[in-house]
Nanobody
Framework: QVQLVESGGGLVQPGGSLRLSCVASGVTFSRYTMTWYRQAPGKERELVAEITSSGIITNYADSVKGRFTISRDNAKNTVYLQMNSLKPEDTAVYYC????????WGRGTQVTVSS
């Protein structure tokens, strides 16, 4: 059974940092593109960052470039999202996605950026 479990969310002040983790099981992790999405209240779900199976190619939403970094450790079946210089606009539920032929989703972790 495929399972993705996110962790690392929480409450942080503007300018602070968080690192999200997503651990995958039930898949051959090294073959999957891994992606982070987020959805804020009243807004559509958007792609935040993705990383190819090799870990060589990464892509980011313009809104997070220079602040967020996606990485993966295939030996640990884990993808990370390092979030720095957080803004209130980053407040959202962050979801982990694994894609190859089909896509799998985690249940999300809440990130709240507020004073």
């Amino acid at each position: 059974q495929v399972q993705l479990v996110e962790s690392g969310g929480g409450l942080v002040q503007p300018g602070g940092s968080l690192r999200l983790s997503c651990v995958a099981s039930g898949v051959t992790f090294s073959r999957y593109t891994m992606t982070w999405y987020r959805q804020a209240p009243g807004k559509e779900r958007e792609l935040v960052a993705e990383i190819t199976s090799s870990g060589i190619i990464t892509n980011y939403a313009d809104s997070v470039k220079g602040r967020f970094t996606i990485s993966r450790d295939n030996a640990k079946n884990t993808v990370y999202l390092q979030m720095n210089s957080l803004k209130p606009e980053d407040t959202a539920v962050y979801y982990c996605n694994a894609y190859r032929v089909t896509a799998y989703w985690g249940r999300g972790t809440q990130v709240t950026v507020s004073s």
